[in-house]
């Protein structure tokens, strides 16, 4: 049964790899060259066979950091931008080396949070992505940790790859890393862990085996794997996590052998401009509702009316994405606000037909559209 569903994964026709800074470098910060050349031959294979390919690559702080003598990863914003800017250059050199040699052209992709934040940014990443696949490049993608700073960044790659895939409608995310997959425990402190081969459904069971961040160099861990296939899962892409050790393992998946964890995408997938809103868009205030509202949305998907809005906080205009949180302080929904936060404040609790009284004008009945809406993130 497993076997045969992951036999759909020898037809998929676009792909992402993401590939873990331990995977790919040495705790020296040294690049481990076999492996980056086994990535890079698999890669390339795939490519050949006409599909399209992106890697997602870690790996440019921890090497930055090794080329400039620092024993382990820098600490302050301006010494991690400083190890991206060099080790970004130590990557891609490296990459285009063994792409080249396989006559296959990559191109160097850096994006931040506000690549994805931002609906403009986000179509414009997305224009390129496709021009990029449509030339037959294949895309080697990082965060660009040179400028980002904190506030505004993802901070790691798991999610980044995880909203490329939704970004250019892969149909398979493939998080290489130094585990095997998802197991019953932690395998580096239980030896009685077994592997889970497939997860149907991202439960809080399944969101509970998750770990801290495991590696030296690395920032990603468990949790923000399941995160991310819970994004992918959510924009129809299988998600499978495997251990980048293994000989052959991105083909291997492709072939639909047994290995890794795979995680199934959702069967209602998001349409495009709902998984941005869900997973991409800047939230920029909350509505709080009561119950009754809550459970019209939750139940019935009706759209947000004034009269069940209890509260508003943060600042936003009309066009915002919000949080929609309900009685118990649960976000329920996320969505683009037709009211500014302003003018909420004023109709909250009020009749739709008071709305025009009040404000002196009325452009629509609800807060928030349904077709604006995401429930249940
Ligand atoms: N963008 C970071 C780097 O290249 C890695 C983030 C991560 O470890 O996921 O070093």
Same mark, same amino acid.
């Given at each position: 049964?497993?076997?045969?569903?992951?036999?759909?994964?020898?037809?998929?026709?676009?792909?992402?790899?993401?590939?873990?800074?331990?995977?790919?470098?040495?705790?020296?910060?040294?690049?481990n060259l076999?492996?980056?050349?086994?990535?890079?031959?698999?890669?390339?294979?795939?490519?050949?066979?006409?599909?399209?390919?992106?890697?997602?690559t870690?790996?440019? #702080?921890?090497?930055? +950091? @090794?080329?400039? =003598?620092?024993?382990?990863?820098?600490r302050?914003?301006?010494?991690k931008?400083? !190890? %991206?800017?060099?080790g970004?250059?130590?990557?891609?050199h490296?990459?285009?080396k063994?792409?080249?040699?396989?006559?296959?052209?990559?191109?160097?992709?850096?994006?931040?949070?506000?690549?994805?934040?931002?609906?403009?940014?986000?179509?414009?990443?997305?224009?390129?992505?496709?021009?990029?696949?449509?030339?037959?490049?294949i895309?080697?993608?990082?965060?660009?940790?040179?400028?980002?700073?904190?506030?505004?960044?993802?901070?790691?790659?798991?999610?980044?790859?995880a909203?490329?895939?939704?970004?250019?409608d892969?149909?398979?995310?493939?998080?290489?890393?130094?585990?095997?997959?998802?197991?019953?425990?932690?395998p580096?402190?239980?030896?009685?862990?077994?592997?889970?081969?497939?997860?149907?459904?991202?439960?809080?069971? #399944?969101?509970?085996? +998750? @770990?801290?961040? =495991?590696?030296?160099?690395?920032?990603?861990?468990?949790?923000?794997?399941?995160? !991310? %296939?819970?994004?992918?899962?959510?924009?129809g892409?299988?998600?499978?996590?495997?251990c980048?050790?293994?000989?052959?393992?991105?083909?291997?998946?492709?072939?639909?052998?047994?290995?890794?964890?795979?995680?199934?995408?959702?069967?209602?997938?998001?349409e495009?401009?709902?998984?941005?809103?869900?997973?991409s868009?800047?939230?920029?205030?909350?509505?709080?509702?009561?119950?009754?509202?809550?459970?019209?949305?939750?139940?019935?998907?009706?759209s947000?009316?004034?009269?069940?809005?209890?509260?508003?906080e943060?600042?936003?205009?009309?066009?915002?994405t919000?949080?929609?949180v309900?009685?118990?302080?649960?976000?329920?929904?996320?969505?683009?606000?037709?009211?500014?936060?302003?003018?909420?404040?004023?109709?909250?609790?009020v009749?739709?037909?008071?709305i025009?009284r009040?404000?002196?004008?009325?452009d629509y009945?609800?807060?928030?559209?349904?077709?604006?809406?995401?429930?249940?993130?």
């Amino acid at each position: 049964m497993t076997e045969n569903k992951r036999s759909r994964f020898n037809i998929a026709r676009r792909i992402v790899v993401k590939v873990g800074s331990s995977s790919i470098a040495y705790p020296t910060g040294k690049l481990n060259l076999f492996q980056i050349e086994s990535l890079v031959r698999q890669l390339s294979n795939l490519h050949n066979q006409g599909r399209d390919v992106l890697l997602v690559t870690s790996g440019a #702080i921890g090497t930055g +950091a @090794g080329r400039l =003598g620092l024993s382990g990863r820098p600490r302050t914003i301006p010494a991690k931008q400083a !190890a %991206a800017a060099v080790g970004q250059g130590i990557l891609m050199h490296i990459y285009e080396k063994f792409f080249s040699e396989y006559g296959v052209t990559a191109g160097q992709v850096l994006l931040t949070r506000e690549d994805f934040s931002d609906r403009r940014r986000f179509l414009n990443a997305r224009n390129t992505l496709h021009a990029l696949l449509q030339f037959g490049v294949i895309p080697v993608i990082n965060e660009n940790d040179t400028v980002a700073v904190d506030e505004i960044k993802l901070g790691e790659n798991d999610t980044l790859s995880a909203l490329v895939a939704g970004l250019v409608d892969a149909e398979l995310l493939v998080l290489l890393s130094d585990i095997q997959g998802l197991c019953t425990a932690d395998p580096r402190r239980d030896p009685g862990a077994c592997l889970i081969q497939e997860v149907p459904e991202i439960t809080p069971e #399944i969101e509970s085996l +998750a @770990g801290g961040a =495991g590696s030296k160099l690395g920032t990603g861990g468990m949790a923000t794997k399941i995160s !991310a %296939a819970r994004i992918a899962a959510h924009s129809g892409v299988s998600t499978v996590l495997a251990c980048a050790d293994e000989k052959d393992i991105i083909l291997k998946v492709i072939n639909g052998e047994l290995v890794g964890t795979v995680f199934w995408p959702c069967s209602n997938k998001l349409e495009n401009r709902k998984q941005w809103i869900a997973y991409s868009a800047a939230v920029c205030g909350k509505i709080r509702v009561d119950e009754g509202a809550a459970a019209a949305m939750l139940k019935h998907g009706k759209s947000l009316l004034p009269s069940g809005i209890t509260g508003v906080e943060g600042q936003f205009e009309i066009g915002s994405t919000v949080s929609i949180v309900g009685p118990d302080n649960q976000e329920i929904a996320r969505g683009i606000t037709s009211y500014s936060s302003a003018e909420i404040d004023q109709i909250k609790g009020v009749q739709t037909r008071e709305i025009s009284r009040i404000l002196g004008h009325k452009d629509y009945d609800e807060i928030v559209h349904r077709n604006n809406m995401v429930l249940n993130l």
